[in-house]
């Protein structure tokens, strides 16, 4: 490939603006980046719950935690809290940071698991400080570390961010709709984009950030597409904001149906709500008025539908064409990780393009860092599904019975015989939260590890005893949440 001098950014939104912003702070010397979308073209712009990781990104760029709190009207998120996932009336949270205390001989879980049998041990969500504040509705910086968060933010308010940010920095914006690709008819490499204005725009290397379209990955390059609906069987989402009734609660809530699941997303200004269900077992009608007799607060907009396929690319590079976000591929935002993928995709990108140029070894492997973290996330969002126990409609029916990809298997089967899950290589979730879903949904461990029998029943007691008390300690210090927005990045009501 030749050296790379123009990048050519085809789509706005999140990915755009994110992948902008990154490659111009690092490439804002060498590259001309460029960045073409259209105002008549909308985006999906619901991607609203992040995970600890979107930290690093910011911090990558430099930015300003308040100040991005303010534009982007964010709270703070703890965690997930998952209802109706193991059965119905059950509820349980996938908090970020470690529940209890781990040691060099085993993770809490087996200190617990002990525990809990020997009539020593409370709920095993009530060791996490995570959990604790989240339900208390209580947050600060604590400096000594003790709290893992992300955020809940406007997307479309982080995009407009993100722009000026990048902007700043050279990126130039056409307005425009794409309405041809040209390619090279010897190598088959995208050579220009043509505007519908007339207008062609040539690039040495080309990121398409078209959202499910896929633009350039898919309709130019007829990369090809892997299909994972058979796991994941959701195929649409409703969408729709509302006013806000009482202060933002620090966590999202993910809230199971008959055939798929609700999402409830606290922002300052507003609240973000969507249904994501399976067309098979609900229509679109039906879905509206689930979601619409679910939520709370007067609605800022109608509700929309959101139809999508899961799986990804073949290849998320192909030939000088990276495809990023939604063109890449879809895993639905069960575990807010749409824009941790964006992050990691530019991240990876920023990685392979020290020198301005790329060879096929690099695509080979971007390509096989990229499919590795795609199916470890999907494997992570399909055990929701799998290891429930509801059996009240046919889509649990279905999601319980189905057969799913080995390397889940074997985790699911590991964990219930022996406690334990073990990360491979640079997998995004860790054996924490892998083992939260599954004792939260309901599976039960039939060991423990063997070593925790070191510890004598009045040292257990102890343990748990001195959990409790150092988090209750630091609990007390830490003001309301609705406090720390208004003090920290309180941000201008519309």
């Given at each position: 490939?030749?050296?790379?001098?123009?990048?050519?950014?085809?789509?706005?939104?999140?990915?755009?603006?994110?992948?902008?912003?990154?490659?111009?702070?690092?490439?804002?010397?060498?590259?001309?980046?460029?960045?073409?979308?259209?105002?008549?073209?909308?985006?999906?712009?619901?991607?609203?719950?992040?995970?600890?990781?979107?930290?690093?990104?910011?911090?990558?760029?430099?930015?300003?935690?308040?100040?991005?709190?303010?534009?982007?009207?964010?709270?703070?998120?703890?965690?997930?809290?998952?209802?109706?996932?193991?059965?119905?009336?059950?509820?349980?949270?996938?908090?970020?940071?470690?529940?209890?205390?781990?040691?060099?001989?085993?993770?809490?879980?087996?200190?617990?698991?002990?525990?809990?049998?020997?009539?020593?041990?409370?709920?095993?969500?009530?060791?996490?400080?995570?959990?604790?504040?989240?339900?208390?509705?209580?947050?600060?910086?604590?400096?000594?570390?003790?709290?893992?968060?992300?955020?809940?933010?406007?997307?479309?308010?982080?995009?407009?961010?993100?722009?000026?940010?990048?902007?700043?920095?050279?990126?130039?914006?056409?307005?425009?709709?794409?309405?041809?690709?040209?390619?090279?008819?010897?190598?088959?490499?995208?050579?220009?984009?043509?505007?519908?204005?007339?207008?062609?725009?040539?690039?040495?290397?080309?990121?398409?950030?078209?959202?499910?379209?896929?633009?350039?990955?898919?309709?130019?390059?007829?990369?090809?597409?892997?299909?994972?609906?058979?796991?994941?069987?959701?195929?649409?989402?409703?969408?729709?904001?509302?006013?806000?009734?009482?202060?933002?609660?620090?966590?999202?809530?993910?809230?199971?149906?008959?055939?798929?699941?609700?999402?409830?997303?606290?922002?300052?200004?507003?609240?973000?709500?969507?249904?994501?269900?399976?067309?098979?077992?609900?229509?679109?009608?039906?879905?509206?008025?689930?979601?619409?007799?679910?939520?709370?607060?007067?609605?800022?907009?109608?509700?929309?539908?959101?139809?999508?396929?899961?799986?990804?690319?073949?290849?998320?590079?192909?030939?000088?064409?990276?495809?990023?976000?939604?063109?890449?591929?879809?895993?639905?935002?069960?575990?807010?990780?749409?824009?941790?993928?964006?992050?990691?995709?530019?991240?990876?990108?920023?990685?392979?393009?020290?020198?301005?140029?790329?060879?096929?070894?690099?695509?080979?492997e971007y390509n096989r860092q990229s499919q590795f973290e795609y199916e470890s996330i999907r494997d992570f969002i399909i055990l929701h599904y799998k290891v429930t126990r509801r059996a009240d409609s046919p889509f649990w029916n279905y999601c319980r019975q189905m057969s799913v990809p080995q390397t889940l298997a074997n985790k699911i089967a590991l964990y219930e015989e022996s406690t334990s899950v073990f990360?491979?290589?640079?997998?995004?979730?860790?054996?924490?939260?892998?083992?939260?879903?599954?004792?939260?949904?309901?599976?039960?461990?039939?060991?423990?590890?063997?070593?925790?029998d070191k510890l004598s029943r009045d040292e257990l007691a102890r343990l748990k005893r001195s959990i409790e008390s150092e988090q209750s300690k630091r609990l007390e210090q830490y003001p309301s949440h609705q406090a720390f927005l208004a003090e920290y990045c309180a941000a201008l009501m519309e």
């Amino acid at each position: 490939m030749k050296k790379i001098e123009t990048l050519i950014i085809l789509g706005g939104g999140s990915a755009g603006w994110m992948a902008a912003a990154a490659l111009s702070n690092a490439f804002s010397q060498t590259l001309r980046i460029r960045l073409i979308e259209s105002d008549q073209i909308s985006t999906v712009g619901v991607g609203e719950a992040t995970i600890p990781a979107i930290k690093s990104f910011n911090t990558l760029l430099g930015i300003d935690e308040r100040e991005f709190m303010r534009a982007t009207q964010a709270t703070i998120k703890l965690g997930i809290q998952f209802e109706n996932w193991g059965d119905q009336g059950e509820a349980y949270m996938h908090p970020f940071g470690l529940v209890g205390k781990d040691s060099w001989m085993a993770n809490f879980q087996h200190f617990w698991l002990k525990a809990q049998r020997e009539g020593l041990a409370k709920d095993y969500w009530d060791y996490s400080l995570n959990i604790r504040a989240a339900k208390a509705g209580r947050f600060m910086l604590d400096p000594q570390g003790g709290l893992g968060y992300a955020y809940h933010f406007d997307a479309g308010r982080y995009a407009n961010f993100l722009r000026q940010y990048s902007e700043q920095r050279g990126v130039v914006r056409t307005q425009g709709e794409v309405e041809q690709v040209s390619l090279n008819p010897e190598t088959g490499h995208i050579e220009a984009l043509i505007l519908a204005s007339g207008e062609k725009i040539p690039g040495d290397f080309f990121i398409d950030c078209s959202g499910f379209r896929a633009l350039l990955i898919e309709q130019a390059l007829h990369t090809g597409y892997e299909d994972w609906s058979h796991w994941l069987p959701c195929d649409r989402a409703l969408a729709v904001q509302t006013e806000s009734v009482g202060a933002p609660h620090p966590y999202t809530r993910s809230m199971a149906h008959s055939a798929g699941w609700q999402w409830r997303i606290p922002l300052q200004h507003r609240v973000g709500n969507g249904l994501v269900y399976c067309s098979r077992y609900l229509d679109d009608d039906q879905a509206r008025e689930r979601l619409l007799a679910n939520i709370q607060g007067d609605l800022r907009s109608e509700p929309r539908v959101i139809r999508f396929r899961t799986g990804r690319a073949c290849q998320q590079w192909n030939k000088n064409c990276v495809a990023i976000g939604l063109a890449s591929g879809f895993l639905e935002p069960l575990e807010s990780t749409s824009l941790h993928l964006i992050q990691t995709g530019i991240v990876r990108l920023i990685h392979m393009l020290p020198y301005g140029t790329a060879n096929q070894v690099q695509i080979d492997e971007y390509n096989r860092q990229s499919q590795f973290e795609y199916e470890s996330i999907r494997d992570f969002i399909i055990l929701h599904y799998k290891v429930t126990r509801r059996a009240d409609s046919p889509f649990w029916n279905y999601c319980r019975q189905m057969s799913v990809p080995q390397t889940l298997a074997n985790k699911i089967a590991l964990y219930e015989e022996s406690t334990s899950v073990f990360r491979e290589h640079d997998e995004l979730f860790l054996e924490g939260s892998w083992q939260q879903v599954m004792l939260g949904q309901g599976i039960r461990p039939k060991h423990y590890h063997p070593v925790v029998d070191k510890l004598s029943r009045d040292e257990l007691a102890r343990l748990k005893r001195s959990i409790e008390s150092e988090q209750s300690k630091r609990l007390e210090q830490y003001p309301s949440h609705q406090a720390f927005l208004a003090e920290y990045c309180a941000a201008l009501m519309e």
